[in-house]
DNA sequence: GGTTGTGAACAAATTCACAGCG
DNA sequence: CGCTGTGAATTTGTTCACAACC
C-alpha cells in the first residue's frame, strides 16, 4: 500500500531542536481552542521570530494557508508524525542520587511520549527501594531491564567517575539514544546519539556574559 | 592604575558556550598533575575536534607554545579570568518541587562557584522547610531576599504557569540572569540573560533521530 | 619535528525581502 | 490585502591547511 510519502527533506538540526517547541506551543493553543495561527503568533508563543518559524515549519512540507496562516489541528498533527509522538520510547534512568530522584518523580517525560519504564543504581542502600512506583534495580542487570523492558533511551545521571562506563553498558545493552547529565564528557560508537545537560556549565555560561557585562564587579565591597 | 588589560577580542557565543567544557577539562588535568596539554589531547577530553579548541583558545589570546602545546596551569588561570570564576555569583531557586529540591541539593553549583544562597516557593507547606541547608521563604518576599543575599542570578524551577510570573519577579528584583527548567516560553527585556533548559525537550530530540533512523518502529508488534 | 595560531574555504543557520497565492 | 514559502543575502560557526615558531 504505497502511501504517499512526505517530500522527506533533511531537517537542519537548529530546526530539529526548535520542533518541540512550537508543538508544545500548538498543543497550547489547541487546548485554548484556538484553530489557526500566525507565524508571527507562534513565533512569539516559542520566543523565536517569524521568519525562523516559517523557514523551519517549511521543512515539514507547506502545510499553511497565505493569508490566512496554519490550521493547528492539522499542523499540529503533521508534526507529531514528523517527531514520532505515535510512539513512546521507554526511559531506564541510571543513578538515583538527588537529580536520578527527581527525574524520576518528574511527570514531564512520561506526558511527552517518554515513559520512565525502569531506575538503576549500584549502591546496595538505593537497589530495591521504590521511587515514583519502580523498584530500583542494579546495574548488572541493566542488559536484562533494557531489554524486556523495551527501553529505547538511557538517562546517566550518576557522577562523573561512573558515566563512562554506564554509557558503554547502555550501548551493549542496545539503547541508540543517551542523554547525560554527568558533568563530564562521554564518548559512544556512531550511531549513538548523545545529548549532554549539565546545569553547572548552564551558570556558567550566564556567570561569563555578567562578568563581561561588568568585568570589575569582582572588586566591588 | 591603567593595567594592560587583554585584547578583549569579542568572543562568539559558541565558543563562549564550550569554555566550560575546557575548564573543566584542566581542572581535572591539573588535579592528575598534568603540566601540558596539546590541542588535540584537549579536544579528546572535551569531545570536539583539535581545530575548534585552538580556534576557541585563541579568542582569549595566544597562551600556547608552538611546538609544545598549552601550560595546563597558565590557561586555566586564563580561562578562569575570562570566565569570571574569580567572583561567586549568589543562585536564588524559585520552586521547590521536585526538580527545585534536587537542584538544592545538587553540590555542583556551589563547586563551580554559584553557591545556592536562598530556596523560594508559594506553598505554605513547602516554605520554612529546611531543603540543604536553607529555609524556604515566600515568593513575597523575593525583591528583599535577592538584595540581601546579593543573588546575582535566579533559577526558575516551577511549573509552567508560574514561570513568567516568577521571571517578571525576578527581573523586577534586579536580577539579570536568569536559567529557566520550565517547559515554557518565558520573556525578559532586553538587558536580562535568559537561558533554558528543558529536559521533555532533549529527549524529544532524541527521539526524533530515532523515529528517523527507523520511521517504521511504531508499527512494530 | 611538533604544535600553535590564523587566514581562507566551507558549511550551517539566520534573516531579509518579496513573489505568489488565498 | 495579508500571510506564507522561499530564494538570495548575510551572518555565524566549523574545518582546512599551512606559515610561523619553539
Not at 27 to 55: I, P, Y
Not at 175 to 191: C, D, K, Q, R
Not at 203 to 216: T, V
Request: proline share 4%; no cysteine; aromatic share 6%.
Amino acid at each position: 500500500m504505497m502511501s504517499s510519502v512526505p517530500p522527506r527533506r533533511r531537517i537542519p538540526e537548529a530546526t530539529v531542536a526548535r520542533l518541540p517547541v512550537y508543538q508544545r506551543s500548538l498543543t497550547e493553543l489547541r487546548e485554548g481552542g484556538v484553530a489557526t495561527v500566525s507565524s508571527e503568533q507562534l513565533a512569539d508563543l516559542a520566543g523565536v521570530n517569524a521568519a525562523k518559524v516559517r523557514k523551519d515549519l517549511s521543512y515539514l512540507g507547506s502545510y499553511g494557508t497565505r493569508g490566512v496562516g496554519y490550521e493547528v489541528e492539522y499542523l499540529l498533527f503533521q508534526m507529531n508524525r514528523e517527531l514520532g509522538l505515535s510512539q513512546d520510547l521507554g526511559v531506564v534512568i541510571v543513578g538515583m542520587g538527588n537529580l536520578g530522584q527527581a527525574l524520576a518523580n518528574y511527570g514531564g517525560f512520561g506526558e511527552r511520549g517518554f515513559p520512565v519504564g525502569a531506575l538503576v543504581d549500584t549502591d546496595a542502600t538505593k537497589v530495591g527501594n521504590v521511587v515514583h512506583g519502580h523498584t530500583v534495580q542494579h546495574l548488572d542487570d541493566l542488559e536484562d531491564i533494557v531489554g524486556k523492558g523495551r527501553i529505547r533511551i538511557g538517562i546517566i545521571a550518576t557522577p562523573v567517575e561512573a558515566a563512562q562506563n554506564v554509557a558503554d553498558l547502555l550501548v551493549g545493552a542496545g539503547v541508540e539514544s543517551i542523554l547525560n547529565f554527568a558533568p563530564t564528557t562521554v564518548h559512544v560508537p556512531e550511531g549513538v546519539t548523545l545529548r549532554k545537560v549539565d546545569l553547572a556549565l548552564e551558570l556558567q555560561i550566564l556567570g561569563f556574559y555578567q562578568h563581561r557585562d561588568a568585568p570589575d564587579a569582582a572588586v566591588e565591597a
